[in-house]
C-alpha cells in the first residue's frame, strides 16, 4: 500500500545542532508539506513543495528549510536547533489540490 | 493574516446528546477540510468542503460549510465515546493545498 513514512520519530538533540527529519512518500503526489503542532497552536505551516525543485515559505518558516530533489522525499532541516523548535512535526501530502491531504505519523522533537 | 478559530475549544458531552463545534475564518476562501486527531497519533481526513452550501456526513458526523458567513459546522448527533478526540478545521485560502489549521477542538465524551 502506498503511505507516508517519517524519520525519526523520537529524537532528542541539543541546542545549536543542525537536524533533518525526513519524509518519504509512495503516492507519486506532488504536493507535500510540513507542519509543526504546538499545544495551544494547532498546526502550523512551515514549508510545502508542489513538485520537484519547487520549494515555498509557509507561516512559521525562520531556522527552517527544505529541498525537493524527487518526488518522494522533503526534507526537512533545522539549521541551528533552538529549544523553541521543540515540537511535534508532521508532514503531509497531497495529489492536487481540493483533495485530502495524508498525514504522517509525526516526529517528535526535543531540544535540550 | 488569516485566522481560523474554533469554538469551542474543549467540550465534555455525554452519550447520546447532539452538539455542533464552529469553525470561523477571516478570509474569503470555500474551501475548508475537518480532520480527526487521537491522541498520541497523527491527523485523518473527514470531510473536504469545496463550494458554498455543501453539505457531507459520515456515521454520527456532518460537516457544513457557509462561505458567504465564512463558518463551517461539524455537528455531532447521538455521540459515543468512540468520538472522543481533537477536531480540527483547516482553510484553504489560495486553493493550493496550502492549509491554515485552527487550534482544534478537544471533544471527550462520557457515559
Known amino acids: 500500500d502506498a503511505e507516508i513514512t517519517q524519520s525519526p520519530r523520537h529524537k532528542i538533540t541539543e541546542t545549536g545542532r543542525q537536524v533533518t527529519l525526513a519524509c518519504h512518500q509512495t503516492?507519486?503526489?506532488?504536493?507535500m508539506f510540513w507542519y509543526r503542532q504546538d499545544l495551544g497552536h494547532g498546526l502550523r505551516l512551515i514549508h510545502y513543495s508542489y513538485g520537484v525543485q519547487d520549494t515555498n515559505k509557509g507561516e512559521v518558516s525562520d531556522g527552517y528549510s527544505v529541498s525537493r530533489s524527487n518526488t518522494e522525499d522533503l526534507p526537512l532541516t533545522l539549521e541551528s536547533a533552538a529549544s523553541s523548535q521543540t515540537s511535534v512535526y508532521f508532514c503531509?501530502?497531497?495529489?492536487?489540490?481540493?483533495?485530502?491531504?495524508?498525514f504522517g505519523q509525526g516526529t517528535r522533537l526535543t531540544v535540550v | 493574516e488569516l485566522k481560523v478559530e474554533q469554538n469551542p475549544l474543549f467540550l465534555s458531552m455525554q452519550e447520546g446528546k447532539n452538539y455542533t463545534i464552529y469553525c470561523n475564518y477571516s478570509t474569503t476562501s470555500d474551501r475548508l477540510y475537518w480532520y480527526r486527531q487521537d491522541p498520541g497519533k497523527s491527523l485523518e481526513s473527514l470531510f473536504v468542503l469545496l463550494s458554498n452550501g455543501a453539505v457531507k456526513q459520515e456515521g454520527r458526523l456532518m460537516a457544513s460549510l457557509d462561505t458567504k458567513a465564512r463558518l463551517s459546522t461539524l455537528h455531532i448527533t447521538a455521540a459515543v465515546h468512540d468520538l472522543s478526540a481533537t477536531y480540527f478545521c483547516a482553510v484553504d485560502v489560495g486553493s493550493q493545498g496550502n492549509l491554515i489549521f485552527g487550534k482544534g477542538t478537544k471533544l471527550s465524551v462520557k457515559p
Open positions: 503516492w507519486n503526489h506532488n504536493n
Open positions: 503531509a501530502t497531497q495529489r492536487e489540490p481540493d483533495t485530502e491531504a495524508f
